[in-house]
């Protein structure tokens, strides 16, 4: 076994150890670790399981449904704690209960509804939005969801 650059080369017919016990290597491969990390869903944000949270996320629209909006994400603030999180690259796709009037490339400040973290609210798969907010000075930019 050759270990260079983050990779594990073996050779075949080569003792290998591993959880199971020694065993002989069939395959020669090369796995570079940081390439599985980097490639690895990231959270978008961190809390502790099972407390409360909501999101203040800023972003672009990129794709809106009546029952979805998808946003291009540039800042995230979580609360409780007020940790503010720019120049992210992400989209998020979050869950609406009415129809949204927004358009694609318009700029909005989205706030979530109150939930419990879970991994896939952390990981933003499970988001529902509670208020909207145009970032364009206009009458009524604001709209509450309920």
């Not at 073996?10 to 599985?36: E, M």
């Not at 502790?48 to 794709?63: E, I, M, R």
């Amino acid at each position: 076994m050759v270990v260079s650059a983050g990779c594990v080369h073996t050779v075949t017919g080569s003792p290998v150890a591993s959880s199971s016990g020694v065993g002989v290597a069939s395959v020669t491969c090369c796995v570079n670790p940081l390439s599985v990390l980097q490639s690895a869903q990231h959270l978008l944000f961190f809390a502790k399981l099972g407390s409360p949270f909501a999101l203040a996320l800023t972003g672009t629209v990129v794709d809106t449904s009546t029952t979805s909006l998808t946003l291009q994400l540039a800042t995230l603030q979580s609360f409780p704690g007020s940790k503010t999180l720019k120049g992210l690259t992400q989209q998020v796709t979050l869950a609406t209960p009415t129809p949204l009037d927004v358009s694609s490339g318009e700029s909005l400040t989205v706030w979530t509804q109150p939930a419990l973290a879970t991994l896939k609210t952390m990981l933003g798969q499970t988001l529902s939005v509670a208020l909207v907010s145009a970032q364009k000075s206009s009458p009524g930019a604001s709209r509450r969801m309920r």
